[in-house]
């Protein structure tokens, strides 16, 4: 079973940055699909961003698109989540998890659904301060 290991949440002020990083073990890294979920306090999980390691290709919200970016580093098994230009409504519980399901069914359907993902990380708190 595949272990997920985030880190690099933190507090910021607003228009700061942050790096999370999701370290992935026991797990077949270049054949899945690895995505970014946050829940805000009071509210439902949200994908914000997702890359396919095979070849690359991403997709990111509406509400995060020009702010974060989403890269991978197979050599250490790893996914980034570069957040520039933070905002307090990006303050939540940043989760990263693995799916079958590709980038572009994310940018097809326009959204990443939690039913798509499989192994989930323990989460990593954001806080964003106004």
């Known amino acids: 079973e595949a272990q997920l290991v985030e880190s690099g949440g933190g507090l910021v002020q607003a228009g700061g940055s942050l790096r999370l990083s999701c370290m992935i073990s026991a797990f077949t890294f270049d054949k899945y699909t690895i995505g970014w979920f946050r829940q805000a306090p009071g509210k439902g999980r949200e994908g914000v961003s997702c890359?396919?390691?095979?070849?690359?290709?991403?997709w990111y919200a509406d509400s995060v698109k020009g702010r974060l970016t989403i890269s991978s580093d197979s050599a250490k098994n790893t996914v980034f989540l570069q957040m520039d230009s933070l905002r307090p409504e990006d303050t939540g519980v940043y989760t990263c998890t693995t799916s079958l399901v590709t980038s572009t069914t994310a940018q097809e359907f326009g959204v990443m659904r939690t039913s798509w993902y499989d192994f989930w990380g323990q989460g990593n708190q954001v806080t964003v301060s106004s």
């Open positions: 890359i396919t390691i095979s070849d690359g290709t991403t």
